[in-house]
């Protein structure tokens, strides 16, 4: 059963405009959330992260805002930029972000399109 | 990312024959992860040492695969008589050693194809 999902395997989004990721979440002893961002044949890149005591954090273009009454959390990058184009993941920990190991989702392929 | 390289990135291998998978972090960090990601899906979780010591090693999927960290700095992630299943791309990660950062940085992975 999975713990955590990503409902959307691909979005395409115009350069300019505001790309929208979302992320599902069952397990309500989750505390930290984590978004990576990956080009194929490298590694997942950390992009942002928020604790489960925050509803948003933003850093730069990025900002994650999450609900924890419904187990929900979005990515937002405004304004997208063909770069931003790659597989987004959401995952989530119980432990922390760092110290404890990270439950992730299948991903979100992003297009943008200049 | 952040200093962890892995080795080899390309690894083929015939049914039934060992392979070995190495993570090389930046001394200095304490913890390492192990991740396993079939294609079309997302990191799944293998196993995790704090320095030598091998905490949890829940996610491992059979007793064919066993990891190791002697020294607590490199690992070795080995996976006995391969399977076609275990075709995957194998993930190293760490926490970042200074700063509050709650995340982990991973490596570019090794890519296990077996035929």
């Known amino acids: 059963d999975q713990q955590v999902k990503q409902n959307s395997p691909s979005l395409s989004v115009q350069e300019g405009r505001i790309s929208i990721l979302n992320c599902d979440y069952t397990n309500s002893m989750f505390d930290y959330f984590l978004w990576y961002k990956k080009y194929p044949a490298e590694g997942p890149t950390f992009l942002i992260s928020?604790?489960?005591?925050?509803d948003k954090n933003e850093d730069g273009r990025f900002t994650v805002f999450l609900n924890k009454s419904a187990k929900h959390l979005s990515l937002h990058i405004v304004p997208s930029q063909p770069g931003d184009s790659a597989v987004y993941f959401c995952a989530a920990s119980a432990y922390g972000g760092s110290q404890g190991n990270l439950i992730f989702g299948k991903g979100t392929k992003l297009s943008v399109k200049p | 990312g952040a200093g962890v390289s892995q080795s080899p990135r390309y690894k083929v291998a015939k049914r039934g024959q060992d392979v070995a998978l190495r993570c090389d972090p930046i001394s200095g960090h304490v913890s390492l992860f192990w991740y396993q990601q079939a294609l079309g899906q997302g990191p799944e979780f293998l196993t995790y040492?704090?320095?030598?010591?091998?905490?949890?090693k829940s996610g491992l999927p059979s007793d064919r695969f066993f990891a190791e960290r002697p020294e607590g700095s490199v690992s070795t992630l080995k996976i006995q008589r391969t399977q076609q299943e275990d075709s995957a791309v194998y993930l190293c990660a760490t926490p970042p050693t200074s700063g509050d950062q709650e995340t982990q940085y991973f490596g570019p992975g090794t890519r296990l194809l077996v035929l």
């Open positions: 040492f704090q320095n030598e010591a091998q905490l949890d």
């Open positions: 928020i604790s489960s005591i925050k």
